[in-house]
């Protein structure tokens, strides 16, 4: 399966990006789909996920501020992110968790917010 990543740029503090994600290949109901991110100098993080029957999980500090939606038909994730701080600021991935330990990633796309 490939993922195809796109919608980051720059924007300012207090701003709305969309990140949307399509995969190659149909999501399978036991699929779950994240955004990641990964800032300078520091980890790579997950900050939301969604299952194909659209129950969803959201690291606490975008909770309110970011919403992840699946749109099942053209197998595609997205990643409304709205009121954006500077320590948003990083690339974006996102990825496919299939069972039995399959993973896949997409390309990242970068994210700035200035102040």
């Known amino acids: 399966v490939q993922l195809q990543a796109s919608g980051g740029g720059l924007v300012q503090a207090g701003g709305s990006l969309r990140l949307s994600c399509a995969a190659s290949?149909?999501?399978?109901?036991?699929?779950?789909m994240g955004w990641y991110r990964q800032a300078p100098g520091k980890q790579r993080e997950l900050v939301a996920s969604?299952?194909?029957?659209?129950?969803?999980n959201y690291v606490e500090y975008v909770k309110g501020r970011f919403t992840i939606s699946i749109d099942n038909a053209k197998n595609t994730v997205y990643l409304q992110m709205d009121r954006l701080k500077p320590e948003d600021t990083a690339v974006y991935y996102c990825?496919?968790?299939?069972?039995?330990?399959?993973?896949?990633w997409g390309q990242g796309t970068q994210v700035t917010v200035s102040s």
């Open positions: 990825n496919l968790k299939r069972q039995y330990g399959y993973m896949f």
């Open positions: 290949r149909p999501i399978f109901s036991t699929d779950v």
């Open positions: 969604i299952e194909r029957g659209g129950s969803t």
